[in-house]
Nanobody
């Protein structure tokens, strides 16, 4: 599975951005997808996730501002980010979890896209 992310940029506080991530390769093996972010010197943290059933989940700091969605037909996941704040500044990474192998010996794989920079100025 390969993931290609796009949509980052530089905006002012209160503005919006939409991130996109397209999966290719063995996409049928993908289960959950998510967006994560990382600032220099800190660990990469989960921002929002969406299950194979389309159920979203968010960290508290982005609830009401960010929306994760998934287009199963196009193998894409999106992150609509509204009312951006300077503390949202980070490199954003798309992630996909995939399962492979027979039922009695399923193996979980993690795939990451390249990061896309989001910069929010006050």
């Amino acid at each position: 599975v390969q993931l290609q992310a796009s949509g980052g940029g530089s905006v002012k506080a209160g503005e919006s951005l939409r991130l996109s991530c397209e999966a290719s390769g063995r996409t049928r093996s993908i289960t959950d997808m998510s967006w994560n972010r990382q600032v220099p010197g800190k660990q990469r943290d989960l921002v929002a996730a969406v299950t194979s059933d389309g159920i979203p989940n968010y960290i508290d700091s982005v609830k009401g501002r960010f929306t994760i969605s998934r287009d199963f037909a196009k193998n894409k996941v999106y992150l609509q980010m509204n009312n951006l704040k300077p503390e949202d500044t980070a490199v954003y990474f798309c992630h996909a979890e995939a399962l492979a192998g027979p039922v009695e010996r399923v193996v979980k794989y993690d795939y990451w896209g390249q990061g896309t920079q989001v910069t929010v100025s006050s």
